[in-house]
C-alpha cells in the first residue's frame, strides 16, 4: 500500500556496519576504547540480553547488487584463521562482560555464508 511506502521509504544505517558508521567518532579506536564503549553499555542497558552479528566476509564471486565489505576468493584455507580469529575476538569481549550473556538473535553476514565449510 502507499501508506506503507511512505512510511518505510526513508534512509537507514546498512546492517554491514557496527556499530553504525554514524557513531564512529574516533578514527583512532583501540581495544581499550572499544571495550570501554561495551562497559558503558552494559551500564546503560542493564540487561544480559544481547544479539551477536558475525561479518563472514568472504564470497567465491561477487554480486552485482553488493555493497558489503567482502573478500572474493576461491581459497577456502581462509577459513578457519578467519574462524579462530572470531572466536579470539569473542573470547576477549567475554573476559571483559560482568556476566554471561543471554545471546536472544545470532545472524551471519557480510559474504556469502555458505561459503564455509561445515
Not at 579506536?29 to 558475525?54: A, C, G, P, Q, R
Not at 561477487?62 to 572466536?87: M, Q, S, W
Request: proline share 8%; hydrophobic share 30%.
Amino acid at each position: 500500500s502507499q501508506t506503507l511506502v511512505q512510511k518505510y521509504n526513508v534512509a537507514g544505517p546498512r546492517y554491514t556496519s557496527y556499530p553504525t558508521v554514524p557513531f564512529w567518532k574516533n578514527p583512532e579506536l583501540n581495544s581499550n576504547d572499544w571495550l570501554s564503549t561495551i562497559h558503558k553499555n552494559f551500564e546503560h542497558f542493564k540487561s544480559k540480553e544481547m544479539s551477536l552479528y558475525v561479518h563472514l566476509p568472504f564470497c567465491e564471486s561477487l554480486c552485482t547488487f553488493c555493497g558489503c565489505h567482502k573478500r572474493i576468493t576461491k581459497n577456502h584455507g581462509v577459513e578457519v584463521p578467519y574462524i579462530d580469529a572470531v572466536i579470539q575476538e569473542w573470547e576477549m569481549y567475554r573476559k571483559a562482560m560482568p556476566f554471561y550473556p543471554d545471546i536472544r538473535e545470532l545472524h551471519f553476514g557480510g559474504g556469502t555464508p555458505t561459503f564455509l565449510g561445515a
